[in-house]
Nanobody, 119 residues
Framework: VQLQASGGGLVQAGGSLNLSCAAT????????MGWYRQAPGKERELVAT???????TFQDSVKGRFTISRDNAKNTVDLQMNSLKLEDTAVYYC??????????????WGQGTLVTVSS
Protein backbone atom coordinates (compact mmCIF):
# COMPACT_ATOMS: atom_id res chain seq x y z
CA VAL A 1 0.00 0.00 0.00
CA GLN A 2 1.29 3.45 -0.93
CA LEU A 3 0.18 6.99 -0.25
CA GLN A 4 0.58 9.55 -3.01
CA ALA A 5 0.09 13.21 -2.15
CA SER A 6 -0.35 16.02 -4.63
CA GLY A 7 -1.51 19.59 -4.95
CA GLY A 8 1.17 21.63 -3.25
CA GLY A 9 2.68 24.72 -4.78
CA LEU A 10 3.23 28.44 -4.52
CA VAL A 11 0.29 30.68 -3.69
CA GLN A 12 -0.14 34.26 -2.56
CA ALA A 13 -1.45 35.04 0.88
CA GLY A 14 -5.22 34.92 0.87
CA GLY A 15 -5.27 32.33 -1.88
CA SER A 16 -6.39 28.73 -1.91
CA LEU A 17 -4.93 25.31 -2.57
CA ASN A 18 -6.32 21.81 -2.48
CA LEU A 19 -4.16 18.91 -1.40
CA SER A 20 -5.09 15.37 -2.26
CA CYS A 21 -3.75 12.05 -1.04
CA ALA A 22 -4.59 8.68 -2.54
CA ALA A 23 -3.97 5.23 -1.15
CA THR A 24 -3.03 2.80 -3.90
CA UNK A 25 -2.15 -0.85 -4.17
CA UNK A 26 -3.86 -3.54 -2.14
CA UNK A 27 -5.71 -1.18 0.16
CA UNK A 28 -7.36 -2.78 3.19
CA UNK A 29 -9.89 -0.94 5.32
CA UNK A 30 -9.04 2.60 6.31
CA UNK A 31 -9.68 4.08 9.72
CA UNK A 32 -8.81 7.70 10.24
CA MET A 33 -7.07 9.88 7.68
CA GLY A 34 -5.37 13.18 8.21
CA TRP A 35 -2.94 15.87 7.26
CA TYR A 36 0.11 17.06 9.16
CA ARG A 37 2.62 19.74 8.32
CA GLN A 38 6.19 20.60 9.15
CA ALA A 39 7.53 24.10 8.76
CA PRO A 40 11.27 24.79 8.53
CA GLY A 41 12.89 24.43 11.92
CA LYS A 42 9.70 23.20 13.56
CA GLU A 43 8.25 19.87 14.56
CA ARG A 44 5.59 18.12 12.56
CA GLU A 45 2.13 19.11 13.72
CA LEU A 46 -1.41 17.93 13.21
CA VAL A 47 -3.50 20.01 10.82
CA ALA A 48 -6.73 18.06 10.42
CA THR A 49 -8.15 14.57 10.72
CA UNK A 50 -11.27 12.78 9.57
CA UNK A 51 -12.59 9.47 10.87
CA UNK A 52 -14.20 6.79 8.74
CA UNK A 53 -17.57 8.10 9.92
CA UNK A 54 -16.72 11.62 8.79
CA UNK A 55 -15.97 13.24 12.12
CA UNK A 56 -13.37 15.98 11.73
CA THR A 57 -10.87 17.76 13.96
CA PHE A 58 -8.73 20.77 13.17
CA GLN A 59 -5.80 22.59 14.61
CA ASP A 60 -7.08 25.86 16.05
CA SER A 61 -5.02 27.99 13.66
CA VAL A 62 -6.76 26.55 10.59
CA LYS A 63 -10.33 26.35 11.85
CA GLY A 64 -12.68 28.16 9.53
CA ARG A 65 -10.10 28.23 6.74
CA PHE A 66 -9.33 24.58 6.01
CA THR A 67 -11.70 21.71 5.35
CA ILE A 68 -10.91 18.01 5.17
CA SER A 69 -12.89 15.44 3.25
CA ARG A 70 -12.51 11.84 2.17
CA ASP A 71 -13.83 9.59 -0.55
CA ASN A 72 -14.01 6.08 0.83
CA ALA A 73 -14.69 4.57 -2.58
CA LYS A 74 -11.53 6.11 -4.01
CA ASN A 75 -9.43 5.87 -0.84
CA THR A 76 -8.59 9.54 -0.98
CA VAL A 77 -8.41 12.38 1.50
CA ASP A 78 -8.41 16.04 0.50
CA LEU A 79 -7.43 19.18 2.36
CA GLN A 80 -8.99 22.35 1.00
CA MET A 81 -7.01 25.34 2.23
CA ASN A 82 -8.53 28.81 1.91
CA SER A 83 -7.38 32.22 3.11
CA LEU A 84 -3.83 30.97 3.27
CA LYS A 85 -1.39 32.81 5.49
CA LEU A 86 2.38 33.07 5.42
CA GLU A 87 2.54 30.84 8.49
CA ASP A 88 0.83 28.03 6.58
CA THR A 89 4.05 27.54 4.62
CA ALA A 90 5.23 23.99 5.29
CA VAL A 91 5.61 20.53 3.88
CA TYR A 92 2.26 18.81 4.23
CA TYR A 93 2.02 15.08 4.85
CA CYS A 94 -1.00 12.85 4.64
CA UNK A 95 -1.37 10.15 7.24
CA UNK A 96 -3.60 7.11 7.04
CA UNK A 97 -4.38 4.31 9.46
CA UNK A 98 -4.97 1.03 7.66
CA UNK A 99 -6.87 -1.91 9.15
CA UNK A 100 -6.63 -5.54 8.12
CA UNK A 101 -9.18 -8.26 8.86
CA UNK A 102 -6.60 -9.96 11.05
CA UNK A 103 -6.76 -6.97 13.36
CA UNK A 104 -3.39 -5.65 12.32
CA UNK A 105 -3.06 -1.93 11.82
CA UNK A 106 -0.52 0.28 10.14
CA UNK A 107 -0.21 4.05 10.14
CA UNK A 108 1.49 5.29 6.99
CA TRP A 109 2.79 8.63 5.78
CA GLY A 110 2.67 10.13 2.33
CA GLN A 111 5.80 11.59 0.79
CA GLY A 112 5.00 15.20 1.61
CA THR A 113 4.03 18.08 -0.63
CA LEU A 114 5.39 21.60 -0.25
CA VAL A 115 3.05 24.53 0.23
CA THR A 116 4.63 27.97 0.01
CA VAL A 117 2.57 31.05 0.79
CA SER A 118 4.06 34.33 -0.40
CA SER A 119 3.22 37.91 0.52
Amino acid sequence: VQLQASGGGLVQAGGSLNLSCAATGHVPSIDDMGWYRQAPGKERELVATITNSGRTTFQDSVKGRFTISRDNAKNTVDLQMNSLKLEDTAVYYCNVKFLWESGATLRSWGQGTLVTVSS
